[in-house]
T-cell receptor
Framework: NAGVTQTPKFQVLKTGQSMTLQCAQD?????MYWYRQDPGMGLRLIYY???????DKGEVPNGYNVSRLNKREFSLRLESAAPSQTSVYFC??????????????FGNGTRLTVT | AQSVTQLGSHVSVSEGALVLLRCNYS??????LFWYVQYPNQGLQLLLK??????LVKGINGFEAEFKKSETSFHLTKPSAHMSDAAEYFC???????????FGGGTRLMVKP
């Protein structure tokens, strides 16, 4: 049972380059999330998808785009990377989206450095 | 708007000592509260959660937390620390709509032999 799988695990980009972070879950969850983790700031929500075909902005969406490809996959794209986007990125899923007491299931993260 | 404050970004205890990690929240409605643990190079795992009912919540690995509405707190405790408890711990609060989970800044727990 893989849970939430993120690729790649590590990435180094130059300023202005683009890349897509991939996330897939095998738990048949409807809702999926992208967070970034920065020291001392906890996790901040970038975008989420309550169900297949829908996406919404979170707390820090600027500089990012997302695609909910199907029920399993939710990708995060950086069109023009900036040093401020150096962070650890986590994908998560849960079921159902509307249940506030439902916990998140996290992937192991992608460590991104932008030089 | 909801927020979470974790007092102490780093906490160090000796093996066998009491672990106390502090969490205070602000929320305009009765909150759902969570503690997550993150081991090195891994994602976050759920330790425990408070939804409704009993205010003392027991989680995995001997951890527990008590919801105190009057103090807007949800502190995490464990009677006796193990070396394996060394990790980063995050407190989080969920809004009623369930679409926004707000995390505190995290507390790194170090356990000395």
């Amino acid at each position: 049972n893989a849970g939430v799988t993120q690729t790649p695990k590590f990435q180094v980009l130059k300023t202005g380059q683009s890349m897509t972070l991939q996330c897939a879950q095998d738990m048949n969850h409807n809702s999926m999330y992208w967070y970034r983790q920065d020291p001392g700031m906890g996790l901040r929500l970038i975008y989420y998808s309550a169900s297949e075909g829908t996406t919404d902005k979170g707390e820090v969406p600027n500089g990012y785009n997302v695609s909910r490809l199907n029920k399993r996959e939710f990708s995060l794209r950086l069109e023009s990377a900036a040093p401020s986007q150096t962070s650890v990125y986590f994908c998560a899923s849960r079921e159902p989206h509307s249940a506030a007491n439902s916990p998140l299931h996290f992937g192991n993260g992608t460590r991104l450095t932008v030089t | 708007a909801q927020s979470v404050t974790q007092l102490g970004s780093h906490v160090s205890v000796s093996e066998g000592a009491l672990v106390l990690l502090r969490c205070n929240y602000s929320s305009s409605v009765p909150p759902y509260l969570f503690w997550y643990v993150q081991y090195p190079n891994q994602g976050l795992q759920l330790l425990l959660k408070y939804t409704t009912g009993a205010t003392l919540v027991k989680g995995i690995n001997g951890f527990e937390a008590e919801f105190k509405k009057s103090e807007t707190s949800f502190h995490l405790t464990k009677p006796s620390a193990h070396m394996s408890d060394a990790a980063e711990y995050f407190c989080a609060v969920s809004n009623n709509a369930g679409n926004m989970l707000t995390f505190g800044g995290g507390t790194r727990l170090m356990v000395k032999p």
